[in-house]
């Protein structure tokens, strides 16, 4: 669905093989929008008993399996692509070996991504189980697993996945010689905050760090994203206005990509809170526009990759610290304009073109194998 991570990538993806010419089709659950983009294959939406409205609040549907049109898509394929490790993609493993067809499969979510929206952020033995069903019944029936960051792969190596493993960035579209913005911190001075309102974005770790920042009245905050902790967050935020914590009432809301294209290039800093994340390219869509980040370092997180430096990483769900972080970044806008470039060109390396070459060579190889 429109809105969630791994459905912008998957499409990114689906469109770049395309326009190398290679002819590839999609098989996933209808599109809910009737005029918008469908499956070449689509299945029927699998409804979850109790957990469909938080799932669906995520911006998820699932699908089900259906064997006739499975045969029909592996049948015409010459490798095939897993996207998760669900019971879908574990039936398509087993039909796909049977049937002679290789795979490779994307590690796109970390159990805890999932644990976190049920609530159950602590579930070590329950992640254990899930992981360890995730390896069994869909990964280690795979020719090669895609990592995004190198995060993944030593979470995967740890958690005994077999398979041969390739880190490659999901990647964006880095734009020619963007020329970063030189921002002062002068009143409001904005702060944004991309990504679904969830539990594992941890969004709340902002809002509190305002609490402890020497500038929080002067400090407007943007959150870009939608999700099922958005009455929440805004509860929160209001709250702090009406505490006299904040001047400036944070925005919330769903951004075009032009529109979010021009935050980003307002912002004085780009908060990045999650305390789980496979890798957050929404950071490289911000630093490849020079706007200097702040980024939670943690276990689950593979974001802080992107920090070029101690100034711009806190550790998650430390809010105090964050606004220790925000505040020196207000306190030096040279440091922060000169490091504005810096992150631009850093950026440069997450290129959607390099990870389209690294991904149809996996392919090939898969097919040797």
């Known amino acids: 669905m429109r ?8 499409l990114s993806l689906v469109d770049r093989l395309k326009a190398r010419g290679i002819e590839t089709r999609l098989m996933a659950c209808v599109n809910p929008d009737a005029n918008g983009r469908q499956p070449e294959y689509p299945l029927k939406h699998f409804k979850f008993p109790f957990f469909e409205p938080i799932i669906y609040s995520n911006g998820f549907r699932y699908a089900t399996f259906d064997k006739k049109i499975a045969q029909s898509a592996i049948e015409w394929a010459d490798v095939v692509h897993l996207c998760e490790g669900f019971p ?98 002068l009143e409001p001075i904005k702060l944004l905050c991309t990504g679904r309102l969830s ?28 999700g099922p902790y958005m009455k929440r967050y805004m ?60 980024i939670a370092k943690g276990k689950f997180t593979a974001t802080h990759q992107f920090a070029l430096d101690e100034r711009s990483l806190f550790t998650e769900s430390d809010s105090r610290m964050l606004a220790e972080k925000i505040d020196w970044w207000i306190e030096h806008p040279g440091e922060r304009n000169e490091m504005a470039a810096k992150y631009a060109e850093s950026a440069k390396k997450y290129n959607a073109d390099e990870s389209t070459d690294k991904i149809i060579q996996m392919y090939k190889d898969a097919i040797k194998k």
């Open 3 to 10: 809105g969630n991570g791994i459905c912008t990538a998957v």
């Open 88 to 185: 879908l993609e574990a039936k398509v493993a087993r039909l796909a070996g049977k049937m002679g067809k290789p795979c490779v499969a994307t590690f796109h979510l970390f159990t805890e991504n999932i644990m976190a929206n049920l609530g159950m952020r602590k579930a070590r033995l329950l992640n254990y189980l899930v992981t360890l069903w995730w390896r069994k019944s869909v990964y280690d029936h795979c020719a090669y697993v895609h990592c995004p960051t190198e995060t993944v792969k030593l979470h995967l190596v740890s958690s005994g996945f077999k398979s041969a493993m390739r880190v490659i960035s999901n990647g964006i579209e880095i734009p020619e010689n963007t020329k970063p913005a030189q921002v002062q911190p």
């Open 199 to 226: 539990n594992e974005k941890s969004q709340k770790t902002l809002l509190e760090a305002m609490r402890f920042s020497r500038y929080a009245h002067m400090i407007e905050l943007h959150f870009a994203g939608k």
């Open 235 to 294: 509860k929160l935020a209001d709250g702090l206005v009406k505490e006299g914590v904040l001047k400036h009432r944070p925005g919330f809301g769903f951004y075009t990509r032009e529109e979010l294209k021009e935050l980003i290039r307002e912002a004085y800093l780009y908060i990045h809170c999650a305390w789980v994340e496979v890798e957050g390219l929404s950071c490289v869509e911000a630093i490849m526009e020079g706007t200097v980040p702040v």
